[in-house]
């Protein structure tokens, strides 16, 4: 059997023993782990592309896996540098927009593929020491940026997540939704599904959950497909295996395809 996440964290304490650190307490632990299994599965694609293979174009418009790459990179350092402000007892504003400038996206995807790789690798380590590093109390904590955006800590997890599956989805090397931890697609789903309120109406009916989603009052259409299938078309990344009834089915029209800076709230899980 499968053990859980409190399970393994227990088990990692055991061995590793006296002196090692570890999440605090109230850390936001199932987030945490969807971002950290994010970071290992797109570390995995980005070691299997040679270099000449970053030089392709990913499945966003007008952008290489490069700058996909250099993207989740500083994604990376801005929320590190956005968790290091408020660790450090900072009361002023964040001085910075909580976004990757895309200066930044466009000079990583000029690096020498070494150093690109580098950015990666050493960004997520700083994000985990620094996630790591909060104590319980700062944790509940929020900062807000320059341009008045407000982003909590418990947050940055799940932002991270959603940077690092879709963006592997980007990178059009062999990624699938059907690979994202289960509850993380349902949390996609709820999240890009919030978007709709007051704008249109549909059901989602799902063939491998229990429930249907309902988005507005007295929806004609309904769209049914497995979760991940759903959770592909809400992001924009493609419509694969859903049946409509009622209506015509369209380009999920509250989300983009594009590059993720996403600071906005996620339902609880």
């Known amino acids: 059997m499968a053990e859980s996440i409190e399970e393994a964290r227990a088990s990692l304490r055991?061995?590793?023993?006296?002196?090692?650190?570890?999440?605090?307490?109230?850390?936001?632990?199932?987030?945490?782990?969807?971002?950290?299994?994010?970071?290992?599965?797109?570390?995995?694609?980005?070691?299997?592309?040679?270099?000449?293979?970053?030089?392709?174009?990913?499945?966003?418009?007008?952008?290489?896996?490069?700058?996909?790459?250099?993207?989740?990179?500083?994604?990376?350092?801005?929320?590190?540098?956005?968790?290091?402000?408020?660790?450090?007892?900072?009361?002023?504003?964040?001085?910075?927009?909580?976004?990757?400038?895309?200066?930044?996206?466009?000079?990583?995807?000029?690096?020498?593929?070494?150093?690109?790789?580098?950015?990666?690798?050493?960004?997520?380590?700083?994000?985990?020491?620094?996630?790591?590093?909060?104590?319980?109390?700062?944790?509940?904590?929020?900062?807000?940026?320059?341009?008045?955006?407000?982003?909590?800590?418990?947050?940055?997890?799940?932002?991270?997540?959603?940077?690092?599956?879709?963006?592997?989805?980007?990178l059009g090397a062999g990624s699938r939704f059907a690979d994202m931890p289960p509850d993380f697609i349902d949390a996609l789903i709820r999240h890009h599904a919030a978007a709709y309120s007051g704008k249109v109406a549909f059901a989602l009916s799902f063939s491998d959950r229990p429930e249907p989603l309902v988005i507005g009052d007295a929806p004609e259409i309904t769209i049914t497909g497995q979760a991940t299938d759903v959770a592909r078309w809400l992001c924009s990344r493609g419509v694969r295996e859903l049946q409509i009834a009622g209506g015509t089915l369209a380009e999920a029209p509250c989300s983009t395809l594009g590059l993720i800076d996403a600071v906005d709230p996620w339902p609880a899980v």
């Open 14 to 170: 055991a061995r590793q023993g006296n002196g090692a650190r570890y999440d605090a307490a109230a850390a936001p632990a199932h987030q945490l782990d969807w971002a950290r299994r994010g970071t290992a599965y797109f570390a995995r694609l980005l070691n299997e592309l040679s270099d000449r293979d970053l030089d392709a174009p990913s499945a966003l418009p007008r952008l290489s896996r490069r700058h996909v790459i250099a993207h989740v990179g500083y994604h990376a350092r801005f929320l590190s540098e956005i968790v290091a402000w408020a660790r450090t007892g900072q009361e002023a504003p964040f001085p910075k927009a909580a976004q990757v400038s895309m200066s930044d996206v466009a000079l990583g995807a000029s690096l020498p593929s070494r150093a690109l790789r580098y950015l990666f690798d050493h960004s997520e380590v700083h994000l985990n020491v620094e996630w790591r590093d909060l104590s319980d109390a700062v944790w509940g904590a929020s900062v807000q940026d320059v341009a008045g955006r407000r982003i909590a800590l418990r947050e940055t997890p799940v932002i991270r997540a959603r940077a690092l599956w879709l963006h592997a989805v980007d």
